[in-house]
């Protein structure tokens, strides 16, 4: 009897400490999925901030082609203006 007794506190130990074991895992999946959550925030914030760069990039750019646009326009006016001027000296 003391035998089946001693063997069942010994499955008690063992379950315990499995027990014991899961929890510590647990405790380290949490931490990590924190830390998962963490660092998608950051992705997301800085997804955010790459979208708001670009579009700003780009109607910057647009702007600059339009600028550029006029700039040939006047160039190619003052160029044939040039022209004129000269074939009136």
């Not at 130990?13 to 647990?26: C, E, W």
């Not at 780009?58 to 600028?67: C, D, H, P, V």
Request: charged share 30%; with cysteine.
């Amino acid at each position: 009897m003391e035998q089946i007794l001693n063997e069942i506190l010994k499955k008690l130990d063992t379950l315990q400490n499995d027990v014991t074991s899961l929890k510590q895992g647990q405790d380290e999946i949490k931490k990590e999925v924190v830390e998962i959550n963490r660092k998608t925030t950051v992705i997301f914030d800085q997804t955010a901030n790459l979208t708001e760069f670009t579009t700003s990039s780009t109607e910057a750019l647009k702007r600059i082609e339009k600028e550029l646009n006029t700039i040939e326009t006047v160039t190619a006016k003052n160029c044939f203006d040039i022209t004129h001027l000269k074939a009136i000296k």
